[in-house]
């Protein structure tokens, strides 16, 4: 039986959380004009399989991380102090308010005169730190955000979690005490793969497929980094150490495997064996390849790919043809 592969690449979109400021009647007299920042959740989400991945729904449902570093006016000359860390070294959980379409932190904060850094990560449950500083230069306002997930010696392993791990970057310039919003634009940081198998005749009596050979588990600190500069035309540069981590991850083998399947998704002629698989963005070669092992009643189906590049918010589908 020969094999073809045919893959499609589609483009998984990236949705974004907007930081709003306004009153609430049902907050304390806070310092200065009383402005306390709130969040809404204001975006349109791609349509995505609820197994593995998430939507609005699930970010107003159960909330989000939120760290903020406030940055002193260069300007400003004034005698007061403000802790940089707006919502504390570990965050604070943002959840909504009421029946409104508002979302407010936990430990509440008010807007003070200066300029702010934003990071979020979605689900609430992901550990991290933030590190920002600031400058005011004459090509702009230069913003260097960095987000760190410290995984430890226990690590992370996607294969078990699958969590549709998101993060987020966002500034506000408040110098002249008059910010209203801050967006957020939440990104993947990992790809998602798809599988199938058609066939013309004969319809293959699967009983288990493994998919095994990519890395399953990373180990230490995930550091995420935004250098954004605010002028007549933003400039914004991003990246991360994946690549890093992936040279000491733990890679997945028949014996271990990525992922095993043995119920399988059926139309006329199409079997869906893998579907919304979350993976490390990497680069597939021969000795870090997509290893997929089809078992049969009457015989094993065997295939590999080993090569192209996963990038984090995309969707990657593989199609499989048995040739008969």
């Not at 095994?212 to 230490?220: L, V």
């Not at 869906?272 to 990497?282: K, R, S």
């Amino acid at each position: 039986m020969t094999m073809k592969i045919i893959k499609y690449i589609s483009t998984l979109l990236v949705s974004g959380i907007t930081i709003v400021s306004c009153e609430r009647a049902d907050r304390p007299v806070v310092p200065e004009d009383g402005r306390l920042i709130v969040f809404t959740a204001d975006s349109q989400w791609p349509e995505m399989t609820k197994a593995t991945l998430f939507d609005r729904d699930d970010i107003v449902e159960n909330g989000f991380k939120v760290w903020g570093t406030w940055h002193r006016d260069p300007e400003d000359h004034s005698d007061y102090v403000h802790n940089d860390e707006v919502f504390g070294a570990d965050g604070t959980l943002v959840l909504p308010v009421g029946d409104s379409e508002s979302m407010a932190p936990e430990n509440e904060a008010a807007w003070h005169r200066g300029y702010y850094s934003f990071a979020a990560v979605f689900p609430a449950d992901f550990t991290a730190t933030q590190l920002s500083s600031f400058s005011a230069t004459s090509e702009g306002d230069k913003y260097v955000n960095l987000l760190t997930f410290d995984f430890g010696d226990e690590g992370f392993n996607l294969a078990d979690k699958q969590t549709d791990l998101m993060y987020a970057f966002g500034y506000a310039d408040n110098s002249n005490d008059n910010a209203t919003s801050v967006s957020l634009n939440f990104e993947h940081s990992f790809a998602k793969v798809n599988i199938s198998l058609t066939y013309t005749y004969v319809r293959p009596e699967i009983t288990e497929v493994i998919i095994y050979g990519i890395h399953s588990t990373i180990y230490g600190e995930l550091r995420c980094r935004q250098d954004f500069t605010d002028k007549e035309t933003d400039t914004m540069t991003q990246g991360d150490n994946m690549n890093e981590l992936l040279l000491a991850a733990d890679v997945s083998s028949q014996q271990e495997p990525y992922a095993r399947y043995s119920d399988f998704n059926e139309t006329e002629g199409t079997i869906t064996i893998a579907q919304d698989l979350l993976v490390f963005p990497e680069s597939l070669s021969r000795q870090n390849a997509l290893r997929i092992q089809i078992r049969c009643e009457d015989r094993d189906i065997y295939t590999e790919v080993n090569s192209g590049t996963w990038e984090p918010g995309e969707t990657y589908t593989y199609v499989l043809n048995t040739g008969n």
